[in-house]
């Protein structure tokens, strides 16, 4: 039995002796930074600029309820109400229960005039 032979290369590979790829000429300054750095392009990701009206959540509802499922309610409240409910009836009563809670809810009624 003999090893098999490997094939000959299709050419051989020698170093070059010539000319390399060229790169990139130092910047007016002198320092090899890219052109954007020097001429102060911003890189990094800046905050979103957009000024909004003052308004933000405060309560969020979830409905899920997939064809043939059993549908499920989540009442948030940032004032720390978090209500769960599961089943047709359940659900409409925890729709019901947090629209009247965004009336009575201490982060969106104004505290003026009321007494301490």
Known sequence: MTAPRNPPLKSVQTPPTGPRIAEPAPTASGSGAPKGVTEGVPIAVLPDQQT??????????????????????????????????????????????????????????????IAA
């Open 52 to 113: 909004g009206d003052g308004r933000y959540p405060i309560a969020w509802l979830t409905i899920t309820a997939p064809r043939g499922a059993v549908p499920t309610v989540t009442s948030v409240c940032e004032c720390g109400r978090n209500r769960f409910a599961a089943g047709q009836r359940k659900a409409l009563a925890l729709i019901t229960d947090h629209a009247d809670h965004r009336t009575r809810c201490p982060l969106r009624t104004d505290q003026e005039g």
